[in-house]
């Protein structure tokens, strides 16, 4: 008889989640099996839990998930049992798989991402195919590691290829769990960095982690007091708000650049000439790959960027995950696993 695990599955768009025991599942060819040890919980986890892409369900969330590769299926040669690895949000962006090749990124995501297309980490356990593995630098904990693998990677990578030189002004908008991150990983890469958020809540958390400098928009227009410090090179959203993303335009300096990390639903409004005066861009990014991962993992450790977590139990999912989803947690909220 098959051995049993605990799960946590969405059973559809909008359901509850559902604790479960299921089967545990077997690796195919060219996948593992993670003995999982703990899961980040990532605003992004609402695409499953509210079903905003095509899904099909039941399925489990969770795509920011850290384990020891507890049995490797058949063809796989580069992992072994035991190793620490992570898995994280990887799909939308391959440029190779037929949806991309006419432009359907969701279809691409539905088709590749963990816990959206095959199960994710709210569970003991989950097979993923081994080429989407990153290791996990020797020393660093699961918990620790868990949110580098989406909130971590999007942030650095992002960061890290906006061309932009040590001094200049970067500025992060929204302090939750992306946004915690990205001010460390700014801070850390020679920039002066400046955290905006909504009210006053967050502006000792924000200096505490290396922002410079806190811009409240409760107290006044965010782009007026990033261009009385100069001007943006970066600004990084985090907010899925399209109203704001257009108002921040007006923070960049010359060559700045919008990067839109969370995105709102409706489009965003921006004022052609001084653009094109300015020389500004809007970009978007999304995470990265493995590859990535494992730097994101490399430069946290080398560099002492930690994710700030609170931990739940699987048993505490729901709590866990309207935690993150009311913007109480501080900063980003993982499921221990094990
Ligand atoms: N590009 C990618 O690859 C990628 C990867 C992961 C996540 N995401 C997306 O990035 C976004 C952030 O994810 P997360 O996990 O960091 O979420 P989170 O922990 O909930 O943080 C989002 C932050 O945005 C701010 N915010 C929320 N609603 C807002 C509003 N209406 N207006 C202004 N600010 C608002 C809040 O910061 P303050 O309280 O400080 O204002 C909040 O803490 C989500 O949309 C997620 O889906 C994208
Ligand atoms: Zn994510």
């Known amino acids: ?38 899961c980040g919980v990532c605003h992004s986890d609402a695409i499953t839990k509210e079903g905003w892409m095509p899904i099909q369900y039941p399925r489990v969330p969770g795509h920011e998930v850290v384990g020891r590769i507890d049995r490797v299926g058949p063809g796989v040669t580069a992992w072994k049992e035991g190793e620490h690895v992570g898995v994280g949000w990887h799909g ?50 699961s918990e620790d590691a868990a949110p580098l693998l989406c909130a971590g990677v999007t942030t650095f990578n992002s960061l890290r290829n906006m061309g932009v030189r040590q001094g200049d ?52 227009k965010a782009s007026e007091a990033l261009q009385k410090l100069g001007g943006a090179r970066v600004i990084m959203v985090t907010a899925s708000s399209s109203s704001l993303a257009g108002e921040l335009i007006g923070g960049l300096g010359r060559n700045g650049t919008l990067l839109l990390l969370g995105a709102g639903t409706e489009p ?20 990265g ?25 699987i ?5 866990a995950y309207e ?4 913007n109480r947690a501080r900063f980003r909220v993982v499921l221990k696993v094990r």
Not at 268 to 287: D, Y
Not at 315 to 319: G, H, L, P, S, Y
Request: glycine share 12%; aromatic share 6%.
């Open 169 to 220: 002004l970067v500025a992060v908008q929204g302090i939750g769990g992306l946004g915690h991150l990205a001010i460390q990983y700014a801070r850390k890469l020679g920039y002066r960095t400046v955290a905006i958020s909504r009210g006053g809540d967050k502006r000792q958390l924000a200096l505490d982690l290396g922002a410079h400098e806190y811009v409240d928009t409760e107290r006044g």
């Open 289 to 313: 790959n493995p590859q990535d991962s494992q730097e994101t993992m490399a430069f946290s450790a080398l560099a002492g960027v930690r994710s700030r977590n609170e931990s739940f139990p």
């Open 1 to 38: 008889m098959a051995r049993k695990m605990k799960a946590v599955q969405v059973p559809k768009a909008q359901g509850p989640f559902e604790i479960v025991e299921r089967d545990i599942p077997e690796p195919g060819p060219g996948q593992v099996r993670l003995a999982v040890e703990a």
């Open 268 to 287: 965003i409004q921006v004022h052609g000439l001084p653009m094109l005066l300015k020389r500004q861009r809007v970009q978007g990014w999304p995470s």
């Open 92 to 141: 939308g962006h391959c440029g190779q798989c037929e949806a991309c090749r006419v432009g359907d990124y969701v279809t691409c995501v539905v088709q590749q991402v963990c816990g959206i297309s095959y199960d994710g980490g709210y569970a003991e356990y989950m097979v993923a195919p081994q080429d989407v593995l990153a290791r996990v630098p020797e020393g660093m904990g």
């Open 323 to 326: 935690r993150m989803m009311s």
């Open 315 to 319: 048993d505490r999912v729901a709590e």
